[in-house]
């Protein structure tokens, strides 16, 4: 069965690094997009980061254009998303979901989800 599993999450400091994994399993990767998705406290859970490994495009939310990276290693059925510069607005509970596409709206097209990995920025 479809399955993704969401690690590395934590407290860190602001201007202070982290890196998640999601490893995916039940279905080829390149087959279809993974998405990174957030959800604040009180607030709506958003897409804010895609990537195709099929031939590596990606996309970003302009919130965290330049800070986050994501990346694929299809070998190990793993999506990275390295997040640098963080600030405390970037505290939320961190999901990755498969996704049909991944452009602008990847989020409307996200099928099966990860459980989560919480992430907290503070001092």
């Known amino acids: 069965q479809v399955q993704l599993v969401e690690s590395g999450g934590g407290l860190v400091q602001p201007g202070g690094s982290l890196r998640l994994s999601c490893v995916a399993s039940?279905?080829?990767?390149?087959?279809?997009?993974i998405g990174w998705f957030r959800q604040a406290p009180g607030k709506e859970r958003d897409g804010i980061s895609c990537i195709s490994t099929r031939d590596n495009s990606t996309y970003y939310v302009n919130s965290v254009k330049g800070r986050f990276t994501i990346s694929g290693d299809n070998a190990k059925n793993t999506v990275y998303l390295q997040m640098d510069s963080l600030k405390p607005e970037d505290t939320a509970v961190y999901y990755c979901?498969?996704?049909?596409?991944?452009?602008?709206?990847?989020?409307?097209?996200?099928?099966?989800w990860g459980q989560g990995t919480q992430v907290t920025v503070s001092s």
């Open positions: 039940g279905f080829t990767l390149d087959w279809y997009a």
């Open positions: 979901a498969r996704a049909l596409v991944c452009y602008h709206g990847f989020d409307r097209t996200a099928d099966y």
